[in-house]
């Protein structure tokens, strides 16, 4: 991605007062806002803002699996299904699965079968699925922050969230949550989603050129975001299912 | 792929070795198996290797046409991977089109390549816009024994170090494929809480979870994935890749000659 020829190539990621094309300082989020619970079918779903990202996840199941043949007798299967409007980037996607999306559906699957209690299901399968309608760098953090609330509101038993962000370095400079042309532009993107009350990883891709140091800035910067992601779930869960005053006055049904 | 059944006994006693610094085959949790690599193994590729990891073997060919850059990058050539988990390497292999682990396997190992600019694909173009060079990397799995990611980073990279650009085609002279940098995967597996490194088929069939790191020639990490359900502590992470890193040079250097 490195290499388009007819985009100016001095282009400036990080100004002289450390501050990015957005504004934005090297350990700074875009605005991320999530709500939870919006689609009436799926067992659970949340929507999620992330900068120029918008995302819906929805959550089926534990329901029989299919195909057949996959099913675990001894436990549920968590199946993870990441797609991409063909309208949600600039030049027009072919609809259905290519092969970046095969991969992420892989390794999010994976990132959830690590949290979900998959034993108390045997032979199901947890449906999850991501659908991008607006992307702009960050797509399948966005993604996997989504989907975990959208298990949460699925009532899906997990040891935890898990929540997700990348961080990556731009003209030589280890920054957070890289957007587009941070993403086109820079030296490299190290996407990552941690289990948030432990800080185990279960998922962490990379490309492009670290060193160790870098690395190890590039996790903290991480781990750290992925600390306030989290709370940023919570809010959205509570938001959905806290009850209030007002709420018990009127004798409990509300929502 | 569907899965194998892995009996309860086999997976106590592969994790309960391991946790006691020993591996079923005898190799030290650190320890990679006999890599041999031989290039030029099919003639009718323009570079190809086939590469034995203890008995993981993996043909990777590389054929190399002219065609059409893209749009967005017209003074650049093209690289395109694939990898094919024949019916033959497995009992666990089906024919048909490429399963998310084939495709997971092709990607990852492009990745390495790719971003680290192995071969510097500006130096592929024939005329901008119109004319370059096209890469196709094809991964041929022959035996599967455990850790394709690494025998088929291996293969692809000895296949590309011997290819001939064919000159011929364009009425120039063949000449070398430039191949700039050498980086090199090693794959860790997490059994229970014991981590080793390259791991055989049975302890791949029970690992808990699998990290990939892609070192260059100076250290410098270059592409990473991790894989299967289980997780890994920021720590542990950080003990692959400086494991990886040692790793990494004895293996360039016969991966090189």
Known sequence: MDDIEHIPKQIKLVDDNGRRLDGRRLDELRPIRIEAGVLKRPDGSAYIEWGGNRVLAAVYGPREAHPRHLQDPARALVQCRYNMAPFSVSDRKRPGPDRRSVEISKVVSEAFSAVVFTEQFPRTSVDVYIEVLQAEAGTRCAGITAASVALADAGIPMRDLIASCASGKIAGQVALDLNKEEDNFGDADCPTAIVARTGEIVLLQMDGHLTEDEFDRAMKLSMDAIRRINEMQRDALRRRYAVTAMDEALGGDAA | ?257
């Open chain 2, 1 to 257: 792929m569907s899965s194998e059944v892995v009996s309860e006994l086999m997976r106590e006693a592969i994790v309960k070795l391991a946790a006691s610094g020993r591996r079923a085959d005898g190799r030290a949790r650190d320890e990679v198996r006999h890599l041999s690599v031989e290039k030029n193994y099919v003639n009718t590729a323009e570079g190809s290797a086939r590469v034995k990891l203890g008995d993981t073997d993996v043909l990777v060919g590389v054929k190399i046409n002219i065609g059409v850059p893209y749009p967005d990058t017209p003074n650049s050539g093209v690289l395109t991977t694939s990898a094919e988990l024949i019916p033959m390497a497995s009992p666990t292999f089906e024919s048909g089109p490429p399963s998310p682990t084939a495709i997971e396997l092709a990607r990852v190992v492009d990745r390495g390549i790719r971003e680290t600019k192995t071969v510097d694909m500006e130096k592929l173009c024939i005329v901008p816009k119109e004319k370059v060079w096209v890469l196709f990397i094809d991964i041929h799995i022959l035996d599967y024994d455990g850790n394709l990611f690494d025998a088929a980073s291996y293969g692809t990279l000895a296949a590309l170090s011997s290819a001939k650009l064919p000159g011929s085609k364009i009425g120039a002279e063949d000449r070398p494929l430039p191949v700039d940098h050498w980086p090199i995967s090693v794959t860790a597996a997490k059994l229970r809480d014991t981590i080793v490194f390259d791991p055989g088929l049975d302890e791949e069939r029970i690992a808990d979870a699998r990290l990939t790191v892609a070192t260059d020639e100076n250290g410098d990490i270059r592409a990473m994935q991790k894989g299967l359900r289980g997780s890994f502590s920021f720590d542990e992470v950080r003990q692959v890749i400086g494991t990886a890193r040692r790793l990494g040079n004895g293996i360039r250097e016969i991966v090189r000659q």
